[in-house]
C-alpha cells in the first residue's frame, strides 16, 4: 500500500466532469485505487463514488493505492489530480 496527499484544485471540485476523468486514470490500473476524503472513503475507479464524496475546490485528499501496479498507479492518479484533471 502507498499513499499520497494531494490538493484538489478545480475550481468547481470533484464534478462529473473531472470525477470521469479520474477515474479514466484510475482504471488503466491493476490495483485498487481510493481515495480518504473527511471521514470516509471513496472508490476512485467508480464515477458515483467519487461524486458522492463532496470534494471542494481546496479540499485535501488522500490517494492510496493498493496492489501489484500502486507505485505507477499512484504517480498517475495523484498527477491527474494535480494537473487539474483536464480542466
Known amino acids: 500500500m502507498v499513499s499520497k496527499k ?3 484544485k478545480n475550481s468547481t ?3 462529473l466532469r473531472p470525477a470521469g476523468n ?3 486514470e484510475a482504471v488503466k ?3 485498487r485505487v481510493e ?3 473527511r471521514e470516509g472513503t471513496a472508490n476512485a475507479k467508480s464515477v458515483l463514488s467519487v461524486l458522492g464524496a463532496c470534494v471542494k475546490c481546496g479540499d485535501e485528499i488522500e490517494i492510496i ?3 501489484e501496479d500502486e507505485e505507477e498507479a499512484l ?3 495523484a498527477g491527474a489530480v494535480e494537473g487539474g484533471l483536464g480542466e
Open 13 to 15: 471540485g470533484l464534478h
Open 75 to 77: 504517480r498517475g492518479v
Open 35 to 37: 481515495f480518504r476524503h
Open 65 to 67: 493505492c493498493t496492489g
Open 22 to 24: 479520474l477515474c479514466k
Open 6 to 8: 494531494v490538493t484538489v
Open 29 to 31: 490500473y491493476k490495483c
